[in-house]
């Protein structure tokens, strides 16, 4: 009963007016951003985040957890109608989504989308609402070397899963680590790798290397690119009512993508990304005949839907229960709080419990404001999509500008963000993935704090690390992704 | 056209050799904070054994130059590039001296021409909607501390 109390207080927070307003200037923003291809959720986030730094905490991280899941259901709008993913976790909804579109059934395509979207939304935060408190719990008996091995888990896997090289990916954390270690070592006070420049002092501030790398340096490598595809679509309001048929195909693959997206969700390394994918390919091999997919079915657009918006909620779990991010964006939602004084982990849920149940309620909100923002505002998006990109990247380069400058109002920290920015495409060209940095750059600083503690508390035996049992198999777990991914590696290379 | 693999081998290996250039620096760097021992870690301890860690995977992709898979994410387009960086060169340089508004008009001007399609006063039109944009948002609704316009 504690639970629905704590709820309500949650709901009466989120709803006053203040808080409905950064959370609709969330969504919002994320749907337009996630909708704009290339263009995604941690983009969004990096460039509004200075402008929070006047808000309350709440609404702050109200507004750029908006940004996030909003991100998600603006991605499927330009795959379906493009066959341009908006982000990475949408890419796979291009395949069955535009075949709906030249088929003439866009418009019951984004509608299905929309409700598959709410629905698995509605089941991540349902989850988090239930198993935050007991892991939570489960956390606060965490010791140093427990976090410390969690950490390394996190890393691991941000670096082992996904596309690209896990030695460049592991590269990316080990220079992202040292980047996070820049600035003034807090037990000691030696100034670490700052040159004698006073502007180093505290370090490579979060925004700027988030700008950098991310921002600055996907503006570098697409400005100029060919023309891209207008659209000239109408969506009428009318066009978008499915068929009772088109319900029924969807309800089965919309809870299975759902549970699929909620678990991997909430695992480090894993994302909407990879819970889109494996819904899809779920679906295809349970389905009677996989050759339909491809063809522009419903479900092969509702199950990575589903999928990859109940994953964007769950994934708050390890990032507010046990202030371990498990991807680069829930890493920036963790610098937010930090940035707004508020110390990550597990004390979070009853220190700041206010903070997180409004925050959780404000994630169901959300998702109802974006079901009105996709359904009949849609054809707003669709216009919107018009905007030719060589008018939107000086846009997106006057934001950091002016967003970085007003940070510490330093000409400094501008030049900080191009060098980065400049890295940042640098490792692009090179196929080296930027998430994994940032990863490194917000967990680095925290392992370090809790390996010295660790070893201090054991008189320098680091076999603590292997008999604390939550530790050691961590441990095993990362060791099992490192042994899986070389063996991979050296597999694919021959 | 020059052939692939010979692209691929050679960034990789300029990868590899950046990686353990820049990786021995911070290993050395660290090395000179005291590295300690195990029980009371020095603020060289973390850094130095991520040198370490960073150096041989250096060294595997030098290594393994041709063999590593790459995918080049990107390509450099020299135009937009350079636009780009000079626009902010200058947004950095005039914002401390004539104010945000001077520089946002400049930034977004020089980097709008960056695309070559973009015609002179689509950029200037860009140049003044996006002044407007920054004044109304970081100014009027944030009220940040920074002055719009400063005559010199």
Redesign the interface.
Known sequence: MELFGNLVDGFSQALSLNNLLYCFIGVTVGTFVGALPGIGSIIGITVLLP?TF?LEPAAALVMLAGIYYGGEYGGSISSILLNLPGSASTAITCLDGNQMTKKGRAGVALFITAIASFTGGSIGILLLIFFSPALADLALRFGPADYFSVMFLGLIASATIGQ??P??N??SV??G??LG?VGT?V??G?Q??TFGSINLYDGIDLIVLAMGIFGFAE???????S?QDNIRQKVRLREMVPTRQDLRDGVRPAARGSVIGSALGALPGTGPTIAAFSAYTVEKKLARDPSRFGTGIIEGVVAPEASNNAAAQTAFIPTLTLGIPGSATMALILGALMIHGIPPGPALMSENADLFWALVASFWIGNILLLVLNIPLVGLWIRLLAIPY??L???I???V??GV??IG?S?FD??M??GLG?LG?GM?????SAAPMLMGFIL?PL??EH??RA??LS????GTFFREPISASVLAASALMIGWSLWKWIR??? | MVDEPLVKSWTNAVTGLLTVLVCLFFLIGAVSYGIGSVARMGPGFFPASLGVIGLVLGLTILVNAVREPFHSATQLRIRPFTFILVSVILFALVVESSGLIPAIALAGFVSALGDSRTKIWEALALAVFLSAGVYLVFLQLLALPIRAIAFV
């Open positions: 402008t006047y690209s090289s030695v460049k592991t590269v080990v220079i680590v040292l270690l070592d037990n000691t030696i670490r790798f503006i570098l490598s697409t400005a100029g690119s023309a060589r008018f990247f000086p846009t380069i006057c934001l500008c002016a400058y007003s109002l000409a501008i030049f963000v191009m400049v495409f692009r060209f090179a196929g080296i680095g392992m370090e390996l010295r070893t201090l008189y320098g035996d680091l694919r290379s021959r």
